[in-house]
């Protein structure tokens, strides 16, 4: 019998340092997303300044950054510690601040306001590219399936009331998720587009062009 040493398997746990990190992060992405509806953009007009729909629209963009970035980032965490590979979330808080400033000018947060570092040292191109989907395949089905539920309810939405704030909540996941999807789909360095695409081409172009053409015609050309 020969004894070797091998590196501890990689668990899914979080450290302080991350859980402030993602909520810090959350918080940023959130008002930039609340500042560029109610600042408008050349997507919408602004929304009015109101307490109603105040609240209605940090909620929708809570949700929505919840579900687009929040969730893909954890995504990629989860594959990665399931290929037994370290992971960790991150963050610049140069690039957080950027979101929110960006929509005051602009009245559109891009930003880059975290991210999930990778101890992929050992890990083969197959590793790499099912962590690098696992995000953006997320957001593709969330998106998918918000944008179809926010299509079903527009008809019924004649004012600021109840079924406003449930089409509001879907219309923001659905467009995120895409949004971001789409981005991190773009297939150059470091995004995760490369890395997909690289693994398998195929693959790639099953996620890629839905997400795409989800995005351009559904919002874009509604």
């Not at 609240?55 to 929505?64: D, E, I, N, P, T």
């Not at 953006?136 to 079903?152: D, E, K, R, S, Y």
């Not at 309810?153 to 089409?167: H, I, N, Q, R, T």
Request: charged share 10%; with cysteine; net charge positive.
């Amino acid at each position: 019998m020969r004894y070797v040493w091998t590196p501890p398997r990689a668990r899914l746990e979080f450290t302080g340092y991350e859980i402030q990190r993602m909520a810090i992060s959350v918080g940023a992405l959130t008002l930039a997303f609340v500042i560029a509806q109610f600042r408008g953009n050349f997507l919408s007009q602004p929304f009015p300044l109101e307490p109603w729909i105040i609240g209605a629209v940090s909620l929708a963009a809570f949700v929505a950054v919840i579900t687009g970035f929040l969730c893909h980032e954890l995504a990629h965490k989860i594959v990665a510690t399931r290929h037994g590979l370290w992971a960790m979330f991150d963050s610049q808080l140069a690039f957080v601040l950027l979101g929110p400033l960006l929509a005051l000018a602009i009245g559109f947060p891009m930003a880059a306001p975290g991210y999930v570092e990778v101890g992929a040292r050992g890990a083969d191109r197959r590793k790499i590219g099912q962590m690098a989907l696992a995000g953006p395949l997320l957001n593709l089905l969330i998106g998918g399936a918000t944008f179809v539920g926010f299509q079903v309810l527009a008809p019924s939405v004649l004012a600021y009331d109840m079924v406003w704030v449930g089409f509001l909540v879907l219309l923001n996941t659905s467009f995120v998720n895409l949004f971001l999807g789409t981005i991190n789909l773009i297939p150059i360095p470091p995004l995760d587009g490369e890395k997909v695409a690289r693994w398998n081409v195929p693959v790639y172009l099953a996620v890629f062009v839905p997400t795409v053409m989800l995005l351009v015609f559904g919002f874009f050309f509604l």
